[in-house]
C-alpha cells in the first residue's frame, strides 16, 4: 500500500519562508509531485522530483531524499495569494500514471 | 487555465439517481484520471484511460464505472448514489500516461447529494 503524511496545517508571515514536510511510504517510486490548490478549485502542478536533491523554480523550491522517504516544498517570499492547500503526491508502481495523495497541507499566510 | 474542461460545474441531485460527468482532455493528451475529493478523504484515484482503454484503476465503486471514447472525451457515470458521494470529482489529463508526465486538473465537477 502506499502511506503520504503531511502537515494539516501551515501559519507564515508575507515576506518570510515556509517549508511543508512530505514523508511517504510507497510500493515502488516513480516520481514526487507537489500541486497547488486554491479552494474549490483544481490543483495547479508547482514540481516534480524523482531523483535525489533540490529543483528550484522562482520562489518554490522541491527537495527529495528517496532513501528517507522525504520531501519538502519551500516557499519563499510569501505573498497572500500563497494561501491555499499544498498536495504531495507519489507516483509508485509502473502499472499506469496513477498519483496517490497526501491529505494536503493548509498554508494560512498573514499580513 | 489548464486546458482540460469539465461539465457541469456543479451538480444537485437525490439519493437514488444516476449522473453522468463529463470531461474533456487538453488537446493531444491520450490519458484522462478521475479523482475524487471530499472532505475527509482528500484527492482519491479513481480510474485511469489511455487511449480508450482503461490502463489503472483506483478505489473506484461497483456503482461508478467510466469510460473514454473514440475523440477522447471521457464520462463519469455515478449510479445508486449514496449521501457520502457527495464530493468533487476532478479529471485530469496527460499527454500519453508514462511515468514521467505531468497530470494537468480540470475545474471539476461539484455533486451534492441530498
Known amino acids: 500500500g502506499q502511506n503520504i503524511d503531511q502537515p494539516t496545517e501551515m501559519t507564515a508571515t508575507e515576506g518570510a519562508i515556509v517549508q511543508i514536510n512530505c514523508t511517504y511510504q510507497t510500493s515502488g517510486f516513480n516520481g514526487l509531485f507537489w500541486y497547488q490548490q486554491h479552494a474549490g478549485e483544481a490543483p495547479t502542478f508547482l514540481s516534480y522530483n524523482v531523483l535525489d536533491g533540490l529543483e528550484e523554480k522562482g520562489r518554490f523550491s522541491s527537495f527529495l531524499s528517496r532513501s528517507k522517504g522525504y520531501s519538502y516544498l519551500l516557499l519563499k517570499e510569501l505573498q497572500m495569494k500563497d494561501s491555499a492547500s499544498y498536495l504531495c503526491a507519489v507516483r509508485g508502481e509502473a502499472a499506469g500514471n496513477k498519483l496517490t495523495f497526501g491529505g494536503g497541507t493548509r498554508v494560512l499566510v498573514k499580513p | 487555465d489548464s486546458g482540460v474542461t469539465q461539465t457541469p460545474k456543479h451538480l444537485i441531485t437525490a439519493t437514488g439517481q444516476r449522473v453522468t460527468l463529463r470531461c474533456s482532455p487538453r488537446?493531444?493528451?491520450?490519458?484522462v484520471y478521475w479523482y475524487q475529493q471530499s472532505l475527509d478523504q482528500g484527492l482519491q484515484f479513481l480510474i485511469q484511460y489511455y487511449n480508450g482503454e482503461e490502463r489503472a484503476k483506483g478505489n473506484i465503486l461497483e456503482r461508478f464505472s467510466a469510460q473514454q471514447f473514440p475523440d477522447l472525451h471521457s464520462e463519469l457515470n455515478l449510479s445508486s448514489l449514496e449521501l457520502g458521494d457527495s464530493a468533487l470529482y476532478f479529471c485530469?489529463?496527460?499527454?500519453?500516461?508514462?511515468?514521467?508526465?505531468?497530470?494537468?486538473f480540470g475545474p471539476g465537477t461539484r455533486l451534492l447529494v441530498l
Open positions: 488537446s493531444g493528451d491520450l490519458s
Open positions: 485530469a489529463s496527460s499527454v500519453g500516461g508514462m511515468i514521467k508526465e505531468t497530470q494537468y
